[in-house]
């Protein structure tokens, strides 16, 4: 069986979740199957490997004028998809490096993997949702890699729930190192993994921290992500925690493991999440999520982290101070988290998303 995937996500995003997503899919297929990846790159980070794997690339390093270099992209793709005859056509991404309209060249079954809602919900007035829209219509079987995700695609598109199949993530993050050492005050931090986006409602968390700095200087909060930018470290400045916060930037996963298990906590104050990738990472690295009750939360942590009301610092900054002066609760959560992390594994997903296709040809 033949696979096809069109590699769009390479094209804007070295690092991140979808492409560690497909990374993982691709490198775990049976021996049976024929992946086949489109790309502009040669390889990027966290790029596919298999046995079986071709690439399609178009080279338009030589190509200075944009618009001509997409309008030939659009149809060396369209003529290789049309030659491969794939068995089915997973897309990394709403958009693709054919054009919407040529998908009258892939005549097989279109899986789409939908992520999130998050365009939807937070930028309604986004021409991307067009697109998203129509892909969604397009598609044969959608996967949704949450409950919850599934639930907010059907309310907000009117899709047939026969179409939908929830297929979890997983991580292929480990933990380095597990510290039996209590955390101390002179070493103590809350981390915080992902983007600093509005919905990611950041000022949540730094006003919980400042409370919680207002009383014990030496904690800090260690943050995952870009660097700050003006508009921020005044902002943090302001509240008199700009030297307490550090900003770790393009780590490898053994570090960003090592983080996440000499944390007390990774503080997650997320208005929305279609999955929630650093919750499950915090348990699988042994610390606890401490995160919002909302959307996917819930579900993917089950009794193993806290939740907390997103529109409170009160019981933010309460369950922060919490769990920094009960290490015995602490190491209770930790275990369960434990537990919990084993639900998610790529064996389990890649099996899932092989049997979806194959029920489709």
């Known amino acids: 069986m033949k696979i096809l995937y069109d590699g769009y996500i390479y094209s804007g995003q070295n690092v991140g979740g979808i492409n560690r997503y497909f990374e993982n899919i691709i490198k775990h297929l049976p021996d049976n199957l024929f992946p086949i990846l489109s790309t502009r790159k040669n390889r990027a980070h966290n790029f596919p490997s298999n046995k079986n794997l071709k690439i399609i690339r178009f080279n338009n390093r030589l190509i200075k004028n944009r618009k001509l270099s997409n309008h030939l992209e659009n149809y060396y793709m369209s003529f290789k998809y049309k030659r491969i005859k794939p068995d089915i056509f997973h897309p990394t991404y709403y958009n693709m490096l054919i054009h919407e309209n040529n998908l009258k060249y892939v005549r097989c079954p279109i899986v789409l993997t939908v992520y999130d809602l998050i365009h939807e919900l937070f930028i309604p007035e986004s021409n991307f949702i067009n697109t998203k829209k129509s892909m969604i219509n397009r598609a044969d079987k959608i996967i949704c890699i949450s409950e919850n995700t599934k639930k907010d695609l059907i309310n907000f598109y009117n899709v047939d729930e026969q179409k939908v199949k929830v297929i979890y993530l997983a991580s292929d993050l480990k933990i380095q190192n597990q510290s039996t050492d209590k955390i101390k005050p002179e070493n103590a931090y809350f981390l915080y993994v992902g983007t600093r986006a509005k919905y990611k409602n950041m000022n949540l968390l730094y006003t919980a921290f400042q409370r919680i700095n207002s009383k014990y200087k030496n904690i800090k909060l260690f943050m995952v992500g870009k660097e700050l930018d003006e508009s921020e470290k005044k902002e943090l400045n302001s509240m008199a925690i700009l030297e307490h916060i550090k900003v770790e930037t393009n780590i490898d996963d053994e570090k960003l493991s090592r983080l996440y298990n000499g944390s007390i906590a990774l503080v997650f104050p997320t208005r929305y999440e279609g999955f929630g990738y650093p919750a499950l990472e915090a348990m699988i690295c042994g610390t606890v999520p401490l995160a919002s009750n909302v959307a996917s939360i819930p579900e993917i942590l089950g009794d193993a982290g806290i939740l907390f009301d997103n529109t409170s610092v009160d019981e933010l900054t309460e369950k922060m101070f919490y769990l ?23 064996e389990n997903t890649v099996k899932e998303t092989t049997n979806l296709y194959q029920s489709l040809v």
């Open 324 to 346: 920094f002066e009960n290490p015995e609760y602490r190491d209770l959560l930790i275990k369960k988290g434990f537990e919990q992390a084993k639900l998610f594994n790529w």
